[in-house]
């Protein structure tokens, strides 16, 4: 194999491999995360104006200004954080750039990386090309939730531990971590002067009236923390690959001196229109978040009445599903059999981890999808048990 070795276990993806039977089969593939339908009109509109308008040169290297400013700004009303635009923000070719940058600008060789378990497949293959050795704590269920295995956190983490990865919301469980877990992770972090690399990517799609937390506001944490998010799931714009990454000024420098390197600069005509975004589009956020709710609440209760055990969304695309009162053990081969069987796709959580044992049963299915696609995905899963 000419791969690397430390990059082979990250050749193929799961999400390859059930998008490809998805195809196969015309099964309706609630798998891949992507929303199926547009971002606010103005916003596309800004970006085609920006390339008929001739912006299709390299934009600066930390990002256009304007957006900076926005991301800055945008930062300051939701969360109450001040980040100087000039030293404090970066932006990125997707959150997936920032957490690669990051992890390679700031892991030694050999140092350690802290993952919460189940975690997004980017944080270990990143963490593989930093040359850095994946720990990981994993979530336990508790009741319908999720909640992080603190006696785990306290006997991982260590002086050893450069950087933790924190992902709440949290892809792919729909967990949104207590203020307590939030807490345990930032004392701990604290003991052992250790970095977080807080993905946010979902800080929009909290439901139930439930606010975001980053755990940058918590007391001694912004100074450790690097807090990420993309335009990615804030505008259902996936194709755009804009991100961006916010911290101390020498951490942001960290992750830059990577980027740099990696695609100097990107999306340039995007720039422009998510910072139109950002700036004036907060309602269709918000109003976009109410109808996710919503289709949580629709295929959740759907799957209930199929059969599967539900667990609580709190937060992001996801629902997670338990197919054992149906019969099925194993996650991973009912994922395989869905898009012939009955024309869906869905994606096993074992996928997602390390210690496949705790996890094995458990599938994921995405509903950031229109309700008519998802109303035929719910009719066509209850002839499982036909
Ligand atoms: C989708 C996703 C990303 C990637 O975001 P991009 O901006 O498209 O690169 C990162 N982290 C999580 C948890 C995601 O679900």
């Given at each position: 194999?000419?791969?690397?070795?430390?990059?082979?276990?990250?050749?193929?993806?799961?999400?390859?491999?059930?998008?490809?039977?998805?195809?196969?089969?015309g099964?309706?593939?609630?798998?891949?995360?992507?929303?199926?339908?547009?971002?606010?009109?103005?916003?596309?509109?800004?970006?085609?104006?920006?390339?008929?308008?001739?912006n299709?040169?390299?934009?600066?290297?930390?990002?256009?200004?304007?957006?900076?400013?926005?991301?800055?700004?945008?930062?300051?009303?939701?969360?109450g954080?001040?980040?100087d635009?000039?030293?404090?923000?970066?932006?990125?070719?997707?959150?997936?750039?920032?957490?690669?940058?990051?992890?390679?600008?700031?892991?030694?060789?050999?140092?350690?990386v802290?993952?919460?378990e189940?975690?997004?497949?980017?944080?270990?293959?990143?963490?593989?090309?930093?040359?850095?050795?994946?720990?990981?704590?994993?979530?336990?269920?508790?009741?319908?939730?999720?909640?992080?295995?603190?006696d785990?956190?306290?006997?991982?983490?260590?002086?050893?531990?450069a950087?933790?990865?924190?992902?709440?919301?949290?892809?792919?469980?729909?967990?949104?971590?207590?203020?307590?877990?939030?807490?345990?992770?930032?004392?701990?972090?604290?003991?052992?002067?250790v970095i977080?690399?807080s993905?946010?990517?979902?800080?929009?799609?909290?439901?139930?009236?439930?606010?975001?937390?980053?755990?940058?506001?918590?007391?001694?944490?912004?100074?450790?923390?690097?807090?990420?998010?993309?335009?990615?799931k804030?505008?259902?714009?996936?194709?755009?690959?804009v991100?961006?990454?916010?911290?101390?000024?020498?951490?942001?420098?960290?992750?830059?001196?990577?980027?740099?390197?990696?695609?100097?600069?990107?999306?340039?005509?995007?720039?422009?229109?998510?910072?139109?975004?950002?700036?004036?589009?907060?309602?269709?956020?918000?109003q976009?978040?109410?109808?996710?709710?919503?289709?949580?609440?629709?295929?959740?209760?759907?799957?209930?009445?199929?059969?599967?055990?539900?667990?609580?969304?709190?937060?992001t695309?996801?629902?997670c599903?338990?197919?054992?009162p149906?019969?099925?053990?194993?996650?991973?081969?009912?994922?395989?059999?869905?898009?012939?069987?009955?024309?869906?796709?869905?994606?096993?959580?074992s996928?997602?981890?390390?210690?496949?044992?705790?996890?094995?049963?458990?599938?994921?299915?995405?509903f950031?999808?229109?309700?008519?696609?998802?109303?035929?995905?719910?009719?066509?899963?209850?002839?499982?048990?036909?």
């Amino acid at each position: 194999m000419p791969t690397v070795s430390r990059l082979t276990p990250y050749a193929t993806t799961i999400f390859a491999e059930m998008s490809q039977l998805a195809v196969t089969h015309g099964a309706i593939n609630l798998g891949q995360g992507f929303p199926d339908t547009d971002g606010p009109a103005s916003m596309l509109a800004a970006a085609c104006s920006q390339i008929t308008g001739g912006n299709n040169q390299y934009p600066p290297g930390p990002g256009v200004p304007l957006l900076r400013q926005a991301v800055a700004d945008h930062q300051s009303r939701c969360h109450g954080l001040d980040y100087d635009p000039d030293t404090e923000v970066l932006i990125t070719v997707g959150a997936t750039e920032a957490i690669a940058g990051s992890l390679v600008g700031l892991v030694e060789p050999g140092a350690e990386v802290v993952v919460i378990e189940p975690y997004y497949d980017a944080y270990a293959a990143a963490t593989a090309m930093a040359g850095g050795v994946r720990r990981t704590v994993p979530l336990v269920a508790d009741g319908d939730t999720f909640t992080l295995d603190r006696d785990a956190l306290a006997a991982t983490v260590s002086d050893r531990t450069a950087v933790l990865v924190l992902n709440s919301p949290h892809n792919p469980t729909g967990t949104v971590l207590s203020a307590d877990d939030l807490q345990a992770i930032a004392s701990v972090c604290i003991a052992h002067d250790v970095i977080v690399l807080s993905d946010e990517v979902y800080e929009h799609q909290v439901f139930d009236g439930r606010p975001h937390r980053s755990i940058a506001t918590l007391p001694g944490m912004r100074e450790r923390t690097l807090r990420i998010s993309s335009a990615a799931k804030t505008f259902n714009v996936t194709g755009w690959k804009v991100g961006w990454v916010s911290g101390p000024a020498e951490l942001v420098a960290a992750t830059r001196t990577a980027k740099q390197f990696m695609s100097f600069v990107g999306s340039g005509p995007f720039q422009p229109a998510v910072t139109h975004a950002l700036n004036t589009q907060m309602p269709w956020v918000h109003q976009a978040r109410e109808d996710l709710a919503r289709k949580r609440d629709l295929i959740s209760e759907a799957l209930r009445n199929i059969g599967f055990g539900v667990h609580h969304t709190a937060g992001t695309f996801f629902v997670c599903a338990d197919p054992r009162p149906l019969g099925y053990r194993d996650g991973e081969q009912l994922c395989r059999d869905l898009p012939q069987r009955v024309g869906v796709a869905a994606v096993p959580v074992s996928a997602f981890v390390d210690n496949a044992e705790p996890w094995s049963h458990l599938v994921r299915f995405a509903f950031a999808k229109r309700d008519e696609v998802l109303t035929e995905a719910v009719a066509r899963l209850q002839t499982l048990t036909d």
